[in-house]
């Protein structure tokens, strides 16, 4: 996490091919020991480097700058997760997931998870299973929904892209119970009874069940917001 003046630095040399040390001033506010002490941090951290004069941005430093803008303001950016839908028994059942964890702690759907950079989106599931299930398949992608869950006065809690993987009769002995949370095979039907109960699952992500269950996909929104109400931390 950079201090604010770090990331006003940064905007600056990230607009420049490098800046000398009395251009990569950020403001008349800063005295000059404040402002040697947070470039020398900068360097530190591996996020500049000094080369004929100059300073700028090294790799690190550059993938640090993607998370502020222009101005080095902070900027909130996607999350980008993995919902793993997996069956077995020519999908009579689905493997269902009851969290341990806030957000949401209590409420059961699937297995979800973030995906790490790099990773690709088959790899990602994968990981998440064996990680909270102890069980392994190979997953295809079926499709992405956006999520935008707010409290009921407004404030975001989570702003998610997830990308449904689909996977059936995975192999491995499955973890019943974890730090993750708790899992087990049910009828597919009975992950929308479970649904209906939870604050945090939106109409699309049950379309796309729907259509994982017929086979059939389907034209529909991206995009949904969800009012969460005051009980969505209480559990269940």
């Given at each position: 996490?950079?201090?604010?003046?770090?990331?006003k630095?940064?905007?600056?040399?990230?607009?420049?091919?490098?800046?000398r040390?009395?251009?990569?001033?950020?403001g008349?506010?800063?005295?000059?020991?404040?402002?040697?002490?947070?470039?020398?941090?900068?360097?530190?951290?591996?996020?500049?480097?000094?080369?004929?004069?100059?300073?700028?941005?090294?790799?690190?430093?550059?993938?640090?700058?993607?998370?502020?803008d222009?101005?080095?303001?902070?900027?909130?950016?996607?999350?980008?997760?993995?919902?793993?839908?997996?069956?077995?028994?020519?999908?009579?059942?689905?493997?269902?997931?009851?969290?341990?964890?806030?957000?949401?702690?209590?409420?059961?759907?699937?297995?979800?998870?973030?995906?790490?950079?790099?990773?690709?989106?088959?790899?990602?599931?994968?990981?998440?299973?064996?990680?909270?299930?102890?069980?392994?398949?190979?997953?295809?992608?079926?499709?992405?929904?956006?999520?935008?869950?707010?409290?009921?006065?407004?404030?975001?809690?989570?702003?998610?892209?997830?990308?449904?993987?689909?996977?059936r009769?995975?192999?491995?002995?499955?973890?019943?119970?974890?730090?993750?949370?708790?899992?087990?095979?049910?009828?597919?039907?009975?992950?929308?009874?479970?649904?209906?109960?939870?604050?945090?699952?939106?109409?699309?992500?049950?379309?796309?069940?729907?259509?994982?269950?017929?086979?059939?996909?389907?034209?529909?929104?991206?995009?949904?917001?969800?009012?969460?109400?005051?009980?969505?931390?209480?559990?269940?």
């Amino acid at each position: 996490m950079l201090s604010e003046i770090q990331a006003k630095i940064l905007a600056l040399i990230s607009r420049s091919d490098g800046l000398r040390y009395s251009e990569a001033y950020p403001g008349e506010e800063i005295d000059d020991d404040l402002y040697n002490y947070h470039l020398q941090e900068l360097v530190k951290k591996g996020l500049l480097s000094k080369n004929n004069g100059k300073h700028d941005l090294t790799d690190e430093g550059v993938r640090e700058n993607i998370y502020y803008d222009s101005l080095g303001l902070k900027q909130d950016v996607f999350r980008l997760s993995v919902v793993l839908v997996v069956t077995r028994k020519n999908k009579e059942e689905i493997l269902i997931h009851k969290r341990s964890r806030q957000p949401y702690k209590g409420e059961v759907s699937t297995i979800s998870g973030k995906v790490r950079n790099g990773e690709k989106l088959a790899e990602a599931a994968k990981r998440k299973l064996l990680e909270e299930a102890g069980l392994t398949a190979d997953f295809e992608h079926w499709g992405n929904f956006r999520s935008i869950r707010k409290t009921t006065d407004g404030k975001i809690i989570e702003d998610t892209i997830y990308c449904v993987c689909v996977a059936r009769d995975p192999t491995g002995q499955l973890i019943e119970k974890n730090e993750f949370g708790e899992n087990r095979w049910e009828k597919f039907d009975s992950i929308f009874e479970h649904w209906g109960k939870n604050v945090a699952t939106g109409e699309i992500e049950k379309k796309i069940l729907k259509e994982i269950k017929d086979g059939k996909k389907q034209e529909r929104e991206f995009e949904e917001e969800i009012i969460l109400g005051e009980n969505y931390r209480s559990g269940s």
